[in-house]
């Protein structure tokens, strides 16, 4: 070791002095450009380990919406995207991205030596730069980190995020995360929604020419969109068939039978399967004032698992329905915590493709008879003593409901089984609305008073003022949907509504009271036992429903034109609505158990894996349902039949005279199990 030092150093004395000077000199700039390097190294290597690897996963400036799941949705801006894998992609767009973008992706540790020296003596000889022989992985780290801008700065902290993304991202992850968000112009980010906006179908349906089309245009989607320059598209993809031939993914047989073909687009305005859920979330996001990556995330209260089911539950139930008109029928279901007001499911409509408008959150119709339940609710809430209050079981003068005209008698509808015979006696409140009796309602509302009763309800923040004559107690106001969903869980919630209905993660807040404890309670007992009618059977046998002491409520309007049902146990409340979105018939023999109900049961079945939590029969309870399912007993000189009205009679006395008829045997009606054990 020495021995070689000194052999060095007296050879370098013997050298001139004056390259003994160049010598010297020339260790001396090697030093500072290594101390130079090592500086140069350290700073990069700084900046690159300062940016934040999770915006891999989103856009620049982007909101990414995530479901209750942490599944991506979308974007909160405008740009599509569709979610894919590397599973889910064919490898033939696999092969033609690394041909035409990277050639040695799967050697290189972030940065291409070859490309870049390539790109350097073109721009020297430019005078300019002019290309900038990046790799997958250095476009990944530039759209993600917002580099833009053509110069040194720039590039060298490119490369330096590229090689610190290989060393934390496997190829595969890297590979994916690019294909996610590479832009490829129409406002979509990624290959999932490139390929259904240009193709109008799942990326892992496409085929290889189809495939040879987007890695065509990454590098100027809209200078080659193969929408409005079909020639220019067409000349990229066989410049990318040409190339996968060169990296060895296709032969030359297989690419020239593929240039043939011509290049077929089918372009989907709507592109993502995510509709009614994505819009829905973005317009809350612009409604709550927040701006595009500002929070670089939000979560929504839904689960996209369930939102792809609902999609296809939805469609499946109207086609199979019997309407005059299925091609112009519509359907909407909300799902609500009964606390928080999360919205936990939603389907606006039948297809968002054909019919972007959300009925679930904007939708405005009438409820018709399953407006029900809240009336009660609120004339309980009104005079709590009218539980027992008997009211004339008996048909009623058009005048007072002013429903279907102002002639002859009140029609009854509400009833989904047999057609409603008169008992010719009384009936309790419950049993009349458990029988979904119009005129008793009616009498009702003018024995608690109309203004008292609508005062009531509009604790309810319904939007649409209700009507002023007593038409509103049958549900003819049209309401919101949504506003109808969160009336409903004030029956669950002991009398206080769930907060406001929301769909991206919000703090819950205590809402007011709406329906008096007891009030709510009776009801609810109530629809409890009408979840036992013979007509709801079928459907909740079919998805393990039934005997889950579940309430529930069906109700149709007075012209057979929208169907409801709705429904819940303790922890959510589920509607769901089938109609058309103008007033048209749905079929003669509509009722809420053949419309709504099926559809409604394979909804909650869903939300709540088949096992609802349900309320317990109370002591006392079956004493008050036993009650509310019997007619009770009257005298003959009490009973009445349909006589011709009294003239002038609108409101006040009931405009038919009682009568003496024939002692009449009252309608046999299911007596509660609870009662039955007396």
Sequence with gaps: MFGLYYTIRSRYRRLPRWLRGVLGLGVVICAIGAIALAFFWHHYTIV????????????????VIVDAKGELVGSASEIERELITLEDVPISLVQAIIATEDAR?????????????????????????????????????RNAFGLQGRNYERKITEIFLAMRIERERSKEQILTDYMNRIYLGTGCSGVGAAARCYFGKDVKDISLVEAATLAGIIKAPVAYSPITQPALAKQKRDLTLQRMVETGSLTEAEATAAKALPLTVRHDKTRVRTGYMLAAARAEFQRLGLRPGNPPEMTMTLRLKWQHQLDSMVRKHLEDLPA??????????????????????????????????NRALDGVRPPGTAFL????????????????????????????????????????????????????????????????????????????????????????????????????????????????????????????????????????????????????GHVRDTLVSSMERPEYRKPLLDHGLANKSIAGFGGITYDRT???????????????????????????????????????AAVFQMVTEGKPKGWDVKPGVGQFLGTALRALPVDA????????????????????????????????????????RR
Aim: hydrophobic share 40%.
């Design 324 to 357: 005059e008109d299925k091609g112009t029928m519509q359907g909407a279901v909300i799902v609500l915590d009964n606390r928080s007001g999360a919205i936990l499911a939603m389907q606006g409509g039948r297809d968002f493709t054909t019919s972007p408008f």
């Design 373 to 520: 339940p809240l009336v009660y609710a609120a004339a309980l809430t009104t005079q709590p003593d009218l539980t027992d209050a008997a009211q004339i079981d008996g048909p009623l003068d058009n005048r007072q409901a002013m429903i279907g005209g102002l002639v002859g008698t009140l029609g009854e509808w509400g009833a989904d089984g047999e057609p409603v015979t008169y008992t010719g006696g009384t009936i309790t409140p419950m049993q009349a609305l458990l029988e979904g009796r119009t005129a008793a309602t009616v009498r009702l509302s003018y024995q608690v008073g109309l203004d008292p009763l609508r005062a009531a309800l509009n604790r309810c923040n319904f939007t649409t003022p209700l009507r002023t004559e007593a038409a509103f107690t049958l549900g003819q106001t049209p309401l919101r949907l949504i506003e109808v969903a969160r009336a409903f869980t004030a029956l669950a919630n002991d009398g206080r509504m769930c907060s406001a209905p929301h769909l991206l993660l919000a703090p819950t807040v205590r809402s007011a009271e709406v329906f008096a404890p007891a009030a709510a």
């Design 562 to 600: 929208d169907a409801w049902f709705v429904g819940f146990d303790r922890s959510v409340t589920c509607l769901v609505w089938i109609g058309h979105d103008k007033d048209a018939l749905i079929s003669p023999k509509t009722t809420a158990a053949t419309a709504a109900l099926p559809l409604w």
């Design 48 to 63: 690159a380990a300062g940016y934040d690897m999770s915006a891999l996963k989103r856009g620049q400036n982007e909101t």
């Design 637 to 676: 000189e009490s009973r009445i039949v349909p006589v011709t009205p009294v003239a002038g009679v609108v409101v006040g006395k009931d405009p038919y005279q009682s009568v003496s008829a024939p002692e009449a045997v009252p309608k046999a009606l299911p007596v509660p199990k609870a009662e039955a």
């Design 105 to 141: 992706f799967y050697s290189h540790p972030g940065y291409d030596f070859i490309g870049l020296t390539r790109a350097a003596v073109k721009n020297f000889n430019s005078r300019g730069i002019r290309q900038g022989g990046s790799t997958i992985t250095q476009q990944l780290a």
